[in-house]
């Protein structure tokens, strides 16, 4: 009991020190838009529009990608080193709509949890609602840093390695 308690002082005590910023994220959310939230969607709504039966490895990559995506969420509140990402998280719109984001990633997960292609098109469907609302609010017409897909990859990108199939 002690002990727990102890523990829960100890993790209380991290969770401050993320709050005065002792550790920032130390990359941009340009970066992370491509790297981590675009790539992790895409498996999400590519497999969600294939129209064969998913095998058992693919659902398993939705859960991690799933997984990632709802991460991202409250890592994006964070701030960054972009020129305007630590003013974004001070709007509640901005804070909403990563919320919006991870709620769909969740909801992805499940669908891949129960490999339940209706869901997975559903939480597809939210999630990209949540996207193109954020954009719509906060994207500049160019990215702060000139990050953007290269190459840029289209629908199936991520099929390609299905055996026998592309
Ligand atoms: C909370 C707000 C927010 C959410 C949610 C969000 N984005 Fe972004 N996104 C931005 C902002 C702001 C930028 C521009 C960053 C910059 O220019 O520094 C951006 C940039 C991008 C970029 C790179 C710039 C470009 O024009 O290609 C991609 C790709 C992207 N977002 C994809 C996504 C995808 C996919 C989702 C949903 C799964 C998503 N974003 C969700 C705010 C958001």
Redesign the pocket.
Known sequence: MLALIALSMASGKSAGAAENQDFPVPV???AL??TM??H???YIWDYAALEDRMLEEEWLAIEYYSIQ?AAA?PL??LGGT????NT?PLSPQ??G??M??SN??MKALNAARLQDKTLLENAGDE??D??????R????E????G???DPFYDQLYHLFQREGEL
């Open positions: 941009s959310v340009n838009m491509v939230i675009d992790s969607a895409h995506l969420g994006i509140t972009g020129e305007l990402d974004w901005w804070l709509y990563s919006d984001m769909a990633a999630l990209l949540s996207c193109l609302g954020c954009h609010a906060f994207k500049p160019t990215p702060t840093e990050v953007i897909h």
